[in-house]
């Protein structure tokens, strides 16, 4: 809740912001004739609309869970950075048609240096403004305050370019506001488009971060009972709740009180190292050498022929019941994966007849 109560905080000091700089925009616009600081104004009141969006959007996201939502309301954070890249994209587009207007019809404007002055201050104001939030959306982790901060940031250019257009016109009697105002929202509706996939992701389900996924394996198996962690699934509910699952590498001698503390451990030590609820599951490796390790290695060496197998896994021989099984990472671009795992097999088969093969086939989802 305190992350809640700092995003709002921050929010607050963006209205605030905001509210005085389309006070004084608009008063600058009216006197000196200049749409281009009008339409600035009005830009700051959809900077102030942004944060008056992620505030509402934070108090959604920080609802408790319920019957309907178990995972609590979390992703309700992605929506709103998906709405703010919007109004950033709305802005970006409405800015560039006025540019475009104002390059093929440019305005009589009346500049003075007093309304120089009040420009530069507001350009400063949203630098200072833009630096501030986006800091602290990375601090928060708030896809919505990084998307605002660069908001203010592209604010602060076009007021800029509003500045050197007022300047020109003053010292030499030259309108270039409109096409300094079409480059920078050109780059400002790149970045618009560039938030709304970041968050579009977020909400479909990202990749696992690969620094992560590489920290936590390697915290798992710092632990001399497990041989391998495979299989890491990690799910979002939003940035500060993240659920996923793995699977444990272990010898097949351990009894099930010794697998249920090592489990209990290890699910206590993620969550105090890396804030995320975790659940394990367990790969049996055989603990008898010879033939079984002749046989993984055969394995290998055919798997060695097939460039699209990333990873196999889990290998397990069941003498009893006399199958062998294991699992196979094949590369997302593969056309053909269900007729590698065939071929794999039948290579297995014809040296191991008296075994049957069971094999399953994972997504490359981490690493």
Same mark, same amino acid.
């Given at each position: 809740?305190?992350?809640?109560?700092?995003?709002?905080?921050?929010?607050?000091?963006?209205?605030?912001?905001?509210?005085?700089?389309?006070?004084?925009?608009?008063?600058?616009?009216?006197?000196?004739?200049?749409?281009?600081?009008?339409?600035?104004?009005?830009?700051?009141?959809?900077?102030?609309?942004?944060?008056?969006?992620?505030?509402?959007?934070?108090?959604?996201?920080?609802?408790?869970?319920?019957?309907?939502?178990?995972?609590?309301?979390?992703? &309700? +954070?992605?929506?709103?950075?998906?709405?703010?890249? !919007? @109004?950033? /994209?709305?802005? $970006?587009?409405?800015? =560039?048609? *006025? %540019?475009?207007?104002?390059?093929?019809?440019?305005?009589?404007?009346?500049?003075?240096?007093?309304?120089?002055?009040?420009?530069?201050?507001?350009?400063?104001?949203?630098?200072?403004?833009?630096?501030?939030?986006?800091?602290?959306?990375?601090?928060?982790?708030?896809?919505?305050?990084?998307?605002?901060?660069?908001?203010?940031?592209?604010?602060?250019?076009?007021?800029?370019?509003?500045?050197?257009?007022?300047?020109?016109?003053?010292?030499?009697?030259?309108? &270039? +506001?409109?096409?300094?105002?079409?480059?920078?929202? !050109? @780059?400002? /509706?790149?970045? $618009?488009?560039?938030? =709304?996939? *970041? %968050?579009?992701?977020?909400?479909?389900?990202?990749?696992?971060?690969?620094?992560?996924?590489?920290?936590?394996?390697?915290?798992?198996?710092?632990?001399?009972?497990?041989?391998?962690?495979?299989?890491?699934?990690?799910?979002?509910?939003?940035?500060?709740?993240?659920?996923?699952?793995?699977?444990?590498?272990?010898?097949?001698?351990?009894?099930?009180?010794?697998?249920?503390?090592?489990?209990?451990?290890?699910?206590?030590?993620?969550?105090?190292?890396?804030? &995320?609820?975790?659940?394990?599951?367990?790969?049996?490796?055989?603990?008898?050498?010879?033939?079984?390790?002749?046989?993984?290695? *055969?394995?290998?060496?055919?798997?060695?022929?097939?460039?699209?197998?990333?990873?196999?896994?889990?290998?397990?021989?069941?003498?009893?019941?006399?199958?062998?099984?294991?699992?196979?990472?094949?590369?997302?671009?593969?056309?053909?994966?269900?007729?590698?795992?065939?071929?794999?097999?039948?290579?297995?088969?014809?040296?191991?007849?008296?075994?049957?093969?069971?094999?399953?086939?994972?997504?490359?989802?981490?690493?």
């Amino acid at each position: 809740m305190e992350r809640g109560r700092k995003i709002v905080r921050v929010s607050l000091i963006g209205i605030a912001v905001n509210l005085i700089l389309v006070a004084f925009k608009a008063a600058v616009g009216f006197v000196t004739n200049s749409i281009a600081v009008i339409m600035d104004a009005v830009n700051n009141l959809s900077d102030a609309l942004s944060s008056v969006i992620t505030i509402v959007g934070t108090k959604l996201a920080g609802k408790e869970p319920d019957r309907k939502h178990p995972y609590g309301h979390g992703q &309700i +954070e992605y929506v709103t950075s998906v709405t703010v890249a !919007v @109004i950033v /994209l709305a802005a $970006g587009a409405a800015a =560039l048609k *006025e %540019s475009v207007e104002k390059i093929i019809s440019p305005s009589q404007t009346h500049y003075t240096a007093v309304s120089l002055v009040i420009i530069a201050v507001a350009v400063g104001a949203k630098l200072l403004l833009s630096r501030y939030v986006r800091r602290q959306g990375r601090k928060l982790n708030s896809e919505a305050l990084i998307a605002s901060g660069t908001d203010a940031m592209f604010d602060a250019l076009i007021s800029f370019a509003t500045l050197v257009g007022a300047a020109a016109a003053m010292v030499w009697h030259v309108s &270039i +506001e409109g096409w300094l105002g079409a480059g920078i929202c !050109v @780059i400002m /509706l790149r970045s $618009g488009v560039e938030m =709304l996939l *970041e %968050s579009l992701g977020q909400i479909i389900g990202a990749r696992v971060d690969s620094q992560l996924s590489v920290k936590l394996k390697t915290a798992i198996c710092q632990h001399p009972q497990v041989l391998g962690a495979y299989d890491l699934s990690l799910h979002r509910y939003g940035p500060e709740k993240i659920i996923g699952s793995v699977h444990i590498e272990v010898p097949d001698d351990m009894t099930a009180r010794e697998i249920h503390a090592l489990t209990r451990k290890l699910m206590g030590e993620v969550f105090d190292e890396f804030g &995320i609820l975790l659940t394990i599951g367990i790969y049996a490796s055989n603990t008898v050498e010879g033939k079984y390790a002749r046989m993984k290695e *055969e394995l290998r060496e055919i798997i060695a022929g097939y460039p699209e197998v990333l990873q196999m896994h889990g290998f397990y021989v069941d003498t009893e019941a006399g199958s062998v099984w294991f699992d196979l990472i094949i590369d997302f671009a593969s056309k053909r994966k269900d007729q590698i795992r065939d071929e794999i097999v039948a290579e297995m088969k014809k040296r191991y007849p008296e075994y049957t093969f069971g094999v399953m086939l994972d997504n490359d989802v981490s690493d």
